[in-house]
Nanobody, 123 residues
Framework: QVQLVESGGGLVQAGGSLRLSCAAS????????MGWFRQTPGKAREFVAT????????DYADSLKGRFTISRDSAKNTVYLQMNSLKPEDTAVYYC????????????????WGQGTQVTVSS
């Protein structure tokens, strides 16, 4: 089992920045690739970014490249999502998740999920 706890969400004005954190506990953090997804009411979870267990492989949703940055600190068992130039359409609940392998962009590939953190971007 892996327990994931997100933090860092909140209310920010358009053009601002936020850094989300996801703290992991339980089984060895470095065994898992990590991902961030987001979800708005009535919609499926949307892939945001993923990082491999080593940190050497990173992918982003095409629409978010250049604004969002994923990173991980294995010493702290934490993965981060730096979000810059935020837009109102970035408003969502953001989730971190852990997987062994599989298609990184599919939510059902991920084995463990956090409870989510709300990000609200005002115009």
């Amino acid at each position: 089992q892996v327990q994931l706890v997100e933090s860092g969400g909140g209310l920010v004005q358009a053009g601002g920045s936020l850094r989300l954190s996801c703290a992991a506990s339980g089984r060895t953090f470095s065994d898992y690739a990590m991902g961030w997804f987001r979800q708005t009411p009535g919609k499926a979870r949307e892939f945001v970014a993923t990082i491999s267990w080593s940190g050497g492989s990173i992918d982003y949703a095409d629409s978010l490249k250049g604004r969002f940055t994923i990173s991980r600190d294995s010493a702290k068992n934490t993965v981060y999502l730096q979000m810059n130039s935020l837009k109102p359409e970035d408003t969502a609940v953001y989730y971190c998740a852990a997987r062994y392998g599989g298609d990184y962009f599919r939510a059902n590939t991920y084995l463990y999920w956090g409870q989510g953190t709300q990000v609200t971007v005002s115009s």
